[in-house]
């Protein structure tokens, strides 16, 4: 049959529950649909009278799914139940929790093993929420990576690159953040520089569309935490919704 996979199905509208019901409800058609719904979280979508659905719960890997992916690593069972703390055993957590232990210098390569520091192990991930985590990650790249991944963030989880040009050419805007953001470079060069490195480091993906995602609504939700409080991070928002009003204007006039 024909298979289609939907992630995140507790995020779908009203239309694209209807249009799923309708392929559902065409016995012409040889139509299969997985479908994910994170844990937790509940959906509205229900599949139409008399279309058979099976439910399948997917657990977390375990800790001692993690020491077998962690093998390589010299003593890997005190590493594997500090990252399944942390991670819950969530695969994609699991990488950013090893990739932020690479990036400080916690867990590093000799030849031929991969070996951790025991006693900056516990100080190097704190147990607390993956967005922590995230955060943790976000704040080891460049500085102008920091802020684009902020401003991107309060614009969604899909980003178009002329939409973050236009904010970068905003002075006051760029005043906001940290001065070696706003150094004396050619735009381009500080966006794609920002860019490049937060895909690098698994942070956004580019698209089809002349624009980035998030690789997860995680990420996006840790650089928006990110954003200063108070009254500085509402004149950031503030000034990002002057300049997209101002886009929008322009684009209705043409």
């Known amino acids: 049959?024909?298979?289609?996979?939907l992630d995140d199905l507790q995020w779908a509208d009203d239309a694209s529950r209807k249009l799923l019901e309708v392929l559902l409800e065409d016995h012409a058609l040889d139509f299969c649909l997985v479908g994910a719904i994170r844990t937790g979280e509940k959906t509205t979508?229900?599949?139409p009278p008399g279309v058979e659905m099976e439910q399948l719960t997917l657990p977390g890997l375990s800790v001692v799914d993690l020491q077998h992916l962690l093998r390589f690593v010299d003593n890997p069972q005190p590493l594997a139940m500090t990252v399944w703390r942390v991670t819950g055993g969530n695969p994609y957590f699991?990488?950013?929790c090893l990739e932020s232990m690479i990036l400080e210098g916690t867990l590093c390569q000799e030849s031929?093993?991969?070996?951790?520091?025991p006693q900056a192990l516990a100080s190097s991930i704190q147990l607390g929420d993956v967005v922590d985590l995230?955060?943790?990650k976000i704040r080891l790249v460049k500085p102008v990576t920091q802020a684009l991944l902020m401003l991107a963030s309060a614009l969604g989880h899909t980003i178009r690159e002329d939409v973050l040009d236009a904010l970068l050419t905003s002075t006051d805007l760029l005043s906001r953040f940290p001065s070696s953001f706003t150094e004396?470079?050619?735009l381009q060069v500080v966006l794609d520089d920002g860019l490049q490195d937060a895909q690098e480091h698994g942070l956004i993906q580019r698209t089809a569309e002349h624009g980035f995602r998030f690789t997860h609504d995680r990420v996006q939700q840790a650089a928006y935490s990110m954003i200063p409080k108070g009254s500085s991070g509402g004149k950031i928002l503030g000034l990002?919704?002057?300049i997209l009003s101002k886009m929008s204007e322009g684009l209705q006039h043409k």
Do not use: E
């Open 134 to 136: 995230l955060v943790s």
């Open 45 to 47: 979508f229900a599949p």
């Open 240 to 242: 990002m919704g002057q």
């Open 1 to 5: 049959p024909c298979t289609l996979f």
């Open 94 to 96: 699991i990488r950013q």
């Open 184 to 186: 004396k470079r050619l």
């Open 112 to 117: 031929p093993q991969w070996k951790y520091k």
